[in-house]
């Protein structure tokens, strides 16, 4: 976008503007971290002093010309179809609409919404110099008062002399600021509908799409995880996860090893407060569920050996082969891959800090998420603290449940089209059946493009689970 002059600079035309931040700049950004604009610009140090300029400029002076407008939604449209032949990205647009408020940035952002709201704007320049004021309008809203920005700086600061000089302009000062003391981003979970989808315990719903594009399954099946930051469970629930999906560890032997899934994960959101379990590139997401669900019963020792989920399912031609491995195996925790698993989570935790930027991107992250500034201190030391039993009961109180639908689960799947009736008559056989809403790809198109979108397929969910509305 082309930039207005201002105190701050010259007029300069957009491909002025293109060709300056790249002769300035190592690295640019703009993005969205809950409600808030975030923007980022990484330089050598000898021009810091021109990177505080460059975002003032980009935040102030750009004007919302039509021209350009027409050719950012144009861009942002061409690449709508891509999204339409991803299955992981289906997947978590589905898993998004049940859980946010149609209100929500999150819902706003949704690529399908979006493709609606720019192809209207499209349709006439009339329409899109209303959408141009309207930013305008967005923008002195959001600059009115500066105290409500925060800055983060990363780097050699000794060298630097006065960090704060080049700051020392508008939009970052002004006669606001001071007035109103500045308010931390949302958090995720804020964003979260009154009405968001809730399993009843031992129920299992949620979504599935069949995509014509796609060749294998992608799965997210969701539970009630950890929020807080320093819960007395989170350093056992990150070993317990990390023992199930190590390298080498069971799930990797089971379903990767046995060709059942390419990908496979689980995840804690502190942000979201839920614990994930993910298959992506799946060849047979229901045989790979019941394996995962077999390791989990055993290792939380409520299976008795010899037993096998999996190996119960109809179509199961590994079945014979799988009980006989199962057989074999050593029932429960191991002490060697418990303390692997120890060092696995160590060893991620300290990665995500290891260079002086990271570490103060870690710090705003904390700061953002109101977690303590001495999180990572006090992880490390419970990481290095777990036990056998502490990631047993983590595993029967946080992953069990995932598989059992203890506290009720939520699930959202992408499947090929050629083989939705034969993955919604697996479905039927899980322990608990999932009870899933079926959609084509232009059926998630069309529920989660309106404005109460996310609402209404969160009322066709309830409603074909047999849950009032």
Do not use: H
Request: charged share 25%; with cysteine; proline share 5%.
């Amino acid at each position: 976008l082309p930039l207005a002059a201002s105190s701050l600079g010259p007029a300069m035309p957009y491909e002025a503007v293109v060709q300056a931040l790249t002769d300035v700049t190592v690295e640019k950004d703009m993005c969205m971290f809950t409600n808030a604009v975030m923007t980022s610009i990484k330089v050598e140090r000898m021009r810091y002093a021109e990177a505080p300029l460059w975002i003032a400029r980009v935040l102030a002076d750009v004007e919302f010309a039509v021209e350009r407008l027409k050719v950012a939604a144009q861009r942002i449209l061409n690449g709508v179809p891509n999204v339409k032949r991803k299955g992981k990205e289906l997947m978590n647009i589905a898993m998004e609409a049940l859980k946010f408020q149609d209100e929500s940035v999150r819902a706003a952002k949704n690529i399908f919404r979006t493709e609606r709201v720019l192809k209207a704007l499209l349709e006439s320049d009339e329409a899109l110099e209303q959408a141009s004021r309207e930013l305008v309008t967005m923008r002195g809203m959001l600059l009115k008062n500066a105290s409500a920005a925060f800055a983060q700086v990363a780097g050699d600061v000794k060298y630097l002399g006065d960090v704060f000089s080049p700051w020392r302009i508008a939009p970052f000062q002004g006669e606001a600021t001071g007035i109103n003391p500045a308010t931390l981003p949302v958090l995720v979970r804020d964003m979260f509908a009154k009405d968001l989808l809730r399993a009843d315990a031992g129920c299992v719903s949620g979504c599935l799409v069949s995509s014509s594009a796609e060749e294998s399954n992608y799965w997210i099946v969701q539970s009630e995880g950890i929020c807080d930051p320093r819960s007395p469970d989170l350093a056992a629930l990150l070993v317990a996860m990390e023992y199930c999906c190590a390298l080498e560890g069971p799930f990797w032997c089971k379903i990767r090893g046995r060709g059942l899934a390419y990908g496979y994960s689980m995840s804690n959101d502190l942000e979201q407060g839920v614990i994930q379990f993910r298959l992506s590139k799946a060849t047979d997401p229901t045989a790979a569920f019941n394996v995962a669900k077999d390791i989990v019963l055993k290792l939380c020792g409520e299976m008795p050996s010899g037993t096998s989920v999996a190996a119960a399912v109809e179509g199961n031609a590994d079945s014979a082969s799988q009980q006989e491995d199962d057989e074999e195996e050593e029932v429960g925790l191991e002490l060697s891959a418990l303390e692997g698993a120890q060092s696995g989570v160590l060893f991620e935790l300290i990665s995500e800090v290891d260079t002086v930027p990271a570490a103060l991107d870690e710090a705003l992250e904390y700061m953002l998420n109101r977690k303590p500034m001495d999180q990572l201190q006090w992880l490390l030391k419970e990481v290095q603290a777990v036990t056998i039993e502490k990631v047993q009961a983590a595993l029967k109180r946080y992953v069990l449940p995932i598989f059992t639908a203890a506290n009720g689960s939520v699930v959202s799947a992408v499947c090929p089209a050629k083989k939705r009736e034969q993955i919604e008559k697996e479905f039927s056989k899980l322990n608990p059946p999932f009870k899933l809403v079926t959609l084509e790809v232009d059926d998630l198109v069309k529920a989660v493009a309106p404005q109460t979108g996310y609402f209404t397929l969160r009322e066709r969910v309830r409603a074909s689970s047999g849950r009032p509305q």
